[in-house]
Nanobody, 121 residues
Framework: QVQLVESGGGLVQAGGSLKLSCAAS????????VGWYRQAPGKERELVATITSGGSTNYAESGKGRFTITRDNSQNTVALQMNSLKPEDTGVYYC???????????????WGKGTLVTVSS
């Protein structure tokens, strides 16, 4: 199995910055796309950003120009640098990994338990 642990959430004022990190461990043969989703109170989970194994990134419109996703393939970590935070960025942020646990297994998506980000106005 694969375990993901997020860190870096917290309370920040509007305009501030936070950096989220996610570390993967366990039975990992290879890692494909990884990324971050978030879920605001009373809303559905939504995509924040993704990054492929080759380093190509994709961002939700809401985070373009403010968020930067990076990954360290040697450490199996992914980070999300969030700048110019807004109250509407408040939510629980979840990282995910698309992982093959063996050479013959399909890609499977694993999720972290989430880290809370609260942006005060």
């Amino acid at each position: 199995q694969v375990q993901l642990v997020e860190s870096g959430g917290g309370l920040v004022q509007a305009g501030g910055s936070l950096k989220l990190s996610c570390a993967a461990s366990g039975s990992i043969f290879s890692v494909n796309t990884v990324g971050w989703y978030r879920q605001a109170p009373g809303k559905e989970r939504e995509l924040v950003a993704t990054i492929t194994s080759g380093g190509s990134t994709n961002y939700a419109e809401s985070g373009k120009g403010r968020f930067t996703i990076t990954r360290d393939n040697s450490q199996n970590t992914v980070a999300l640098q969030m700048n110019s935070l807004k109250p509407e960025d408040t939510g629980v942020y979840y990282c995910y990994y698309n992982v093959k646990t063996t050479s013959w297994s399909p890609n499977s998506k694993y999720w972290g338990k989430g880290t809370l980000v609260t942006v005060s106005s």
